[in-house]
């Protein structure tokens, strides 16, 4: 799926409001105060696809000058109205390829949308940054895809790139069907130029459920160093 694709699927979710995640998501709260007393002050945050703006009001709380980059052109012009202060600061784009400017960010955030890329993007996302990086960056990773995931085994994979897999749209979990996995090994070759301060696997084994969801689901919570 290219950018356009994407944009446009997560533009027409938003319109009909199927995706309502507007609460900030407690493991990225509770590892960024791991690290709250490393962070300035007046910590400058990027949030790569940050949807709705659940983590927005967490941000604003702690005092911090917030910047985002969001495919969905309507979901950012909600936001711009909701936080007036950040209107400047969120941008609508391609994170993979987006220009800061000047910007130094003291704190870089993903809750589970660099993971929507190849492996090789995810890469270039990383090295684009460097430049916008303060002498002292940090990065939260919140639910990076573990290849004990079950939809690990259902996808199809690119021979080029083991880690990334493509589904069947009307079979699902993922949407857009597409989704990048990790193990231990590949999570620390992502980040090798980064020192890691923190990094759990999440395994959670559904017994019984109402909803259609895999019966074992498993993530990554990072914390690094630049």
């Excluded at 085994?153 to 021979?159: A, H, T």
């Excluded at 090798?192 to 498993?218: A, G, Y």
Aim: charged share 25%.
């Amino acid at each position: 799926m290219n950018y356009t694709d994407f944009s446009n699927h997560y533009d027409e979710i938003y319109k009909s409001n199927l995706q309502r995640s507007i609460w900030p998501w407690s493991d990225l709260v509770s590892k960024v105060m791991y690290i709250r007393s490393r962070l300035p002050e007046k910590m400058t945050v990027l949030e790569l696809g940050c949807g709705q703006g659940a983590n927005i009001n967490f941000f604003q709380a702690l005092g911090a000058d917030y910047h985002s980059v969001e495919a969905s052109p309507h979901t950012v012009n909600q936001l711009r109205e909701l936080y007036p202060q950040y209107a400047n600061n969120l941008q609508v784009g391609n994170f993979i390829e987006a220009d800061y400017g000047s910007v130094k960010f003291d704190l870089i955030v993903d809750r589970a949308s660099l993971t929507c890329n190849r492996t090789e993007d995810i890469q270039r996302c990383l090295k684009g940054l460097e430049k916008n990086m303060a002498d002292e960056c940090f990065f939260v990773g919140i639910d990076w895809y573990s290849t004990k995931h079950d939809e690990y085994s259902r996808g199809k994979s690119p021979k080029e790139d083991p880690f990334f897999r493509q589904f069947e749209l009307e079979t699902a979990f993922f949407h857009p069907p597409q989704m990048h996995f990790s193990d231990e090994k590949h999570l620390r070759e992502i980040f090798k130029d980064f020192e890691i301060l923190h990094l759990e696997e999440k395994t959670t084994v559904h017994v019984d459920t109402f909803k259609q969801l895999p019966r074992t689901i498993s993530s990554w919570n990072l914390v690094a160093q630049r």
